[in-house]
Nanobody
Framework: QKQLVESGGGLVQPGGSLRLSCAAS????????MGWVRQAPGKEREVVSC????????YYADSVKGRFTISLDNAENTVHLQMNSLKSEDTAVYYC????????????????WGQGTQVTVSS
């Protein structure tokens, strides 16, 4: 059974940092691209970052470039999202998702989803 479990969300002040983790089970990550997708209240889901495990290619949304970093821990079958210099507009539920197509920014292309973790940036 394929499963993605996120952790690491929480409340942080503007300018602070959080590290999200996504533990994958039932997957051979080499065959997938892993993405972080967020959904803010009243807004559509958007892909903020993605990494193709097979070749290491990455994507970052313009809104997070230079602040967020996606990485893999192959030994732990885990994907991380390091989020620095957080802003109030980063407040959202963050989902880990997987697809077999590569680095894609269309959320409907992702096949498997975690349950999401809340990130709130507020003073």
């Amino acid at each position: 059974q394929k499963q993605l479990v996120e952790s690491g969300g929480g409340l942080v002040q503007p300018g602070g940092s959080l590290r999200l983790s996504c533990a994958a089970s039932g997957f051979i990550l080499d065959y997938y691209a892993m993405g972080w997708v967020r959904q803010a209240p009243g807004k559509e889901r958007e892909v903020v970052s993605c990494i193709d495990v097979s070749d290491g290619s990455t994507y970052y949304a313009d809104s997070v470039k230079g602040r967020f970093t996606i990485s893999l821990d192959n030994a732990e079958n885990t994907v991380h999202l390091q989020m620095n210099s957080l802003k109030s507009e980063d407040t959202a539920v963050y989902y880990c998702a997987a697809n077999r197509l590569g680095v894609v920014v269309t959320t409907t292309r992702y096949e498997y989803w975690g349950q999401g973790t809340q990130v709130t940036v507020s003073s």
